[in-house]
């Protein structure tokens, strides 16, 4: 998924997510994408804990 930022009338951060014609989808700020984006893990740091774990 690509987002493109873009700021608030605030001045906020925003993602902004579009679709293959380039109508947005979804907007959020930068702030709760980020938080999202945190909480899920990698299949990187997935497949490091399987094997620490072994």
Do not use: N
């Not at 014609?21 to 959020?28: H, M, N, S």
Request: hydrophobic share 30%.
């Amino acid at each position: 998924m690509k987002r493109t930022t873009h700021r608030s009338v605030k001045g906020t951060k925003l993602y902004a997510v579009r679709d293959a014609r380039g109508r947005f989808v979804d907007i959020q700020t930068y702030k709760r994408a980020h938080a999202a984006d945190m909480r899920e893990k990698s299949k990187a740091e997935v497949t490091a804990k399987a094997r620490k774990k072994k």
